[in-house]
Structure formats: C-alpha cells, structure tokens
C-alpha cells in the first residue's frame, strides 16, 4: 500500500510539474514602445493688433518630422495696474487648441498661429505646449506677456 501511495503521489508531481511550465500558447498583449514627449515650442512670439493677441510659433528644427499633433494654448490675464510679480504663481487656463499638420515636416516657413481676444487695461500672459498622437505633452513654452492699454 505504501508503495501505491508512494508511486501515485511521484505520478500526480510530475503532472503538477508539467502543466506548471507549459504555458497556452497564446502571446500576451504587446509592449508598447517607450515613447518621448513631443519637443519644447521655444520660438514662441506674441503681437498685439488691436485687441486681439496673435501668437506665432514654429513646428521644430528645419527637416525634423513634426511629432506633436496639437498644440494646446494656455493663458493667465491680469489688470495691468496690478504690480507685475514674476515669483507670484500665475493660473493658467486653456485658451485654445491648434491642430498640428499631420506627417509634415518642418521648415523654416512652417508656423503655426493663435488669436486671442484682449480685454482693454489687461496683461496676459501665454504660454503653449505640444501634445503627440499618443496623448503625451510637451513642455510648456517660454511665457509671453502682452498687455493692452486702450
């Protein structure tokens, strides 16, 4: 009897063994590839005509393929004859979103731009970063202010 208890539990290890290390055979959900942001807007500029704001920024270095596929655009307005404050923390909404030519790539000539509406005795200041296909944003941009006295 000892012998047959012996025997069956040496049998039912080597199955336990067996079907342990033996997988399905189906492949488990692909590793997505590390992917980094989309890069810095740096040549941000902002111009005032009239009471709209006009923002101008560049796609990238001449020849690189255009990563981001939107720009989003963020704003903080204050009264111009509040003091300026620059170490004061500034809260910064969304303005708007500029959609980024798909599979282009950048040029010299390749800008792209955003109108904002100033009110009369404000400073606003504007700042923009790029998102990519997959959802990854960019660093902010340098801020720029602008401040309208009319």
Known sequence: MQTM???????????????AGAGCGIKGPPIPLKKEPPPQVVDLDARLEGDRVILVWGLGKEGDQIEAAHFVVM???????SPECPACPKRFVKAGQVN??????????SKLSFADTIRPEMRCHYKVYPVSARGLAGKDSPVKSITALH
């Open 5 to 19: 208890t012996r025997a069956f539990f040496s049998y039912l290890l080597a199955i336990l063994l067996v079907t």
């Open 75 to 81: 704003r903080h307005c204050e009264p111009a004859q």
């Open 100 to 109: 980024a030519p798909a599979g282009s790539v950048a040029s010299e000539h």
